[in-house]
């Protein structure tokens, strides 16, 4: 074969000219042509997903990147201080229920002998029946108010725990009482309170419901100073 534009004899079996380079092998076809405009055409696509793509995954790292930040600034709290928090509640609960049992019986009583009758099975019904929402009214309110006050509880006062939100915002009364909900439901399944063991910001399915993260507030004291 020689090259049309140097001269050069070369094998046939080549396809380009080893001395200037040119080539001389066999015209595209219109297919193969086509194929390479459509190639072209469809290279801007390509190049927008891959920004889309470049986009999204630098939008999901910084997401990610701030949430760890977040959890090693707030040291949130684990399991087992939480858990002994919520015995620390209970106990509280426990005394002011004996309380509230105490003093609405003594006031049955003293009601019932101001009014000269006897005790029995209506009034007793009634007693009981009132002294029960009076004690979800205690509970409920010993968890949203405090919450929803400080964020804290006695148990997570003693061990030095605080209920916040977003950003480290106090939470707001209707958050704790979403919380308090979602608590209720955690304690009936058993899962939402082991959620805690698991996952990364140690985060019941309460929390996660109500938006709040259960921070250990003395060890974000200590790095702050």
Request: glycine share 8%.
């Amino acid at each position: 074969m020689r090259c049309p534009k140097c001269g050069y004899i070369t094998f046939d079996q080549l396809t380009q000219c080893k001395r200037c380079g040119t080539s001389w092998g066999p015209e595209p076809s219109p297919s193969a042509l086509g194929e390479r405009e459509f190639a072209a055409e469809a290279k801007p696509s390509v190049i927008a997903l891959e920004l889309f793509l470049e986009d999204e995954f630098d939008r999901v790292y910084r997401r990610l990147k701030q949430e760890e930040e977040r959890s090693n600034r707030l040291r949130c709290a684990g399991f087992a201080r939480r858990a002994a928090a919520l015995v620390i509640d209970l106990s509280v609960v426990a005394v002011l229920s004996f309380l509230l049992f105490y003093i609405a019986t003594v006031s049955f009583s003293i009601g019932l002998a101001f009014h000269h009758r006897q005790l029995s099975a209506g009034n007793l019904g009634f007693f009981f029946r009132l002294l029960f929402f009076a004690w979800i009214a205690l509970v409920t309110g010993y968890f949203v108010i405090l919450h929803g006050m400080e964020g804290k509880t006695v148990g997570k006062w003693f061990l030095g725990l605080r209920v916040v939100g977003t950003e480290d915002r106090p939470v707001s009364y209707g958050q704790a009482l979403v919380r308090w909900i979602g608590t209720l439901i955690s304690g009936v399944s058993v899962l939402g309170f082991l959620w805690v063991l698991w996952q990364r910001e140690r985060r019941g399915w309460h929390d996660l419901l109500a938006g709040t993260w259960v921070i250990r507030e003395w060890a974000r004291v200590s790095r702050d100073v």
